[in-house]
């Protein structure tokens, strides 16, 4: 098969395409990589989530890796993607391999990788990666293992220090507690929120974040209860992404025990999803501009928003506002990041619930975005349906659905040739002032309202999303969408 790496990463089906030989060619490859970039001394952090089988998956790739004489932090239980992340800084490592598929459903893993400064690698670097594995897979024998894979069994590589195992919670915490107040000199800044009085109901989604919420803040006056927070690999009943039609239960127990919020982490805990105290859930859009208005107005903070073309446009709205740039780019936070660290950008984001901050890696944190979200409650005393109507006297309400299809490779062809070949002039009966291209076909229209059309880089799916003033404009938007894009019958 073709190892090819999407917006972040690359997966597969378990046992079908994602196999211990493919993992092993896959670590392999980086290792070139490593060694073509004169990085090798610098050594790799390798972690993994809670999905089937994540932690041999991982000790395959350590192996390989240490085959090659790499250095190798081994995480010792199923961590959160933006600790292992932060943990390349900690450790002044050259990177991290992240076994995980994230959001995708329980018969996936993934392979995400990470570059010295914690970020999801770019294009080049993904480039070369494929690279190598493309020229490791047409040295393949049938049923066996490449002789260019070089492994050292994982006892042996423990033996010769050339392994170690780490806990990497402990360095992650305490750079929180500077995150969250840095003129704190105690750094004691966690501390301080566990005293407020908050009832808080998290969802791990059975995922890498399950146990991390609870471990920082209860302790003090908070109230800390969690859910879905064993490990299951079947993610049973949902899929492990924090939008609301996964969030049904979490919503009933926000009602039902009367709770101020409740957060909810994917399975990889990079992203993250809001309920408020009413049992709706805020959708990415409406989170994202509420942390910029956080860090703008509450802690007054400025610099620049970057955002990806599928974020909202209340941010536009925001920054003008507070006087500071916006600066868009295509979908995946491998675009994000790169804009990120060159602007020293304030917040980075995109539509899916994965924000990036200043001062930490150039990466998205579903934990500190949780964090930050409960201390703009605290330090304005609103709920969370407070806040939203706080943002919305700034910027005018704004709505927002997505429709995700599953798409085949073949019907992926014909749908780009048929959108390419004609555009609407009017939507909904609103005329289409202009279209980008860009990443998919994004129709901009003359009130302000957005639709776009475009195939996801990490599924087989094509999603259809769109913004507007009014709930109705949405739906009727992502039914001429789906017209458009010729897909009948689909919810």
């Known amino acids: 098969m073709s190892i090819k790496f999407g917006t972040d990463g690359w997966r597969g089906i378990i046992a079908e395409d994602f196999t211990f030989d493919n993992v092993r060619i896959c670590a392999q490859g980086i290792a070139h990589y490593l060694k073509q970039s004169g990085l090798t001394s610098k050594g790799l952090v390798i972690g993994y989530d809670t999905r089937f089988a994540s932690e041999d998956f991982a000790a395959t790739a350590a192996e390989v890796i240490a085959g090659n004489d790499i250095k190798i932090h081994l995480c010792l239980k199923p961590t959160p993607t933006p600790v292992i992340s932060y943990t390349v800084l900690a450790t002044k490592s050259a990177g991290a391999i992240i ?30 990666i494929e690279e190598n594995i493309a020229a490791l897979s047409t040295r393949l024998k049938p049923r066996t293992t490449s002789p260019s894979v070089k492994r050292l069994p994982l006892e042996k590589a423990l033996k010769r220090g050339v392994v170690d195992y780490l806990d990497p919670s402990s360095a992650y915490f305490k750079h929180l507690n ?13 501390e301080e929120l566990r ?17 991390y919420f609870k471990m920082l803040l209860q302790g003090g006056n908070m109230e800390v209860s969690e859910i879905n927070a064993e490990r299951n690999p079947l993610f049973p009943g949902i899929q492990p992404e924090p939008i609301a039609r996964n969030l049904a239960r979490l919503s009933r127990l926000v009602v039902e025990q009367k709770a101020d919020v409740g957060l909810a982490t994917d399975g990889d805990a990079d992203r993250i999803g809001i309920i408020d105290e009413k049992g709706n859930f805020l959708n990415q859009h409406q989170i994202f501009a509420l942390l910029c208005l956080y860090l703008l107005e509450i802690r007054g903070e400025r610099g620049a928003i970057i955002k990806t073309l599928t ?6 709205s925001l920054a003008k506002i507070f006087g500071v740039p916006v600066y868009e780019t295509l979908v995946g936070f491998r675009y ?8 020293n950008a304030l917040i980075g984001g995109e539509e899916s619930g994965g924000y990036g901050f200043r001062g930490h890696i150039p990466e998205r944190d579903g934990i500190l ?11 304005t005393g609103k709920t969370p349906s407070q806040l939203l109507d706080y943002l919305y006297s700034k910027v005018g309400p704004h709505y927002y659905d997505r429709v995700d299809v599953p798409i085949s490779a073949s019907r992926r062809e014909k749908l780009v040739s048929r959108l390419a070949s004609a555009f609407p002039n009017a939507i909904i009966g609103v005329k289409v002032t202009s279209v980008d291209t860009t990443d998919g076909f994004r129709f901009l229209l003359a009130d302000d309202s957005w639709l776009l059309i475009r195939l996801s880089g990490t599924e087989p799916l094509l999603r259809i999303y769109a913004e507007a003033e009014s709930e109705e404009k949405v739906k009727k938007l992502l039914t001429e969408g789906k017209m458009l894009a010729n897909i009948k019958n689909q919810t």
């Not at 000199?185 to 966690?190: L, R």
């Open 99 to 128: 076994i995980t598929a994230s959001h995708n459903p329980g018969l996936w893993n993934g392979i995400k990788y990470r570059t010295q400064d914690g970020a999801s690698a770019p294009g080049e670097v993904t480039s070369e």
């Open 178 to 190: 500077q995150l969250i107040n840095p003129e704190s000199s105690s750094g004691q800044a966690i």
């Open 195 to 211: 005293q407020h009085r908050l009832k808080i109901i998290i969802d791990s989604m059975y995922g890498a974040g399950a146990g």
């Open 311 to 316: 974020s909202t446009n209340m941010l536009f």
């Open 336 to 343: 994000v990041a790169p804009l990120m660290l060159q602007k």
């Open 369 to 379: 975005a949780g964090l930050y979200f409960l201390d703009f409650m605290l330090k």
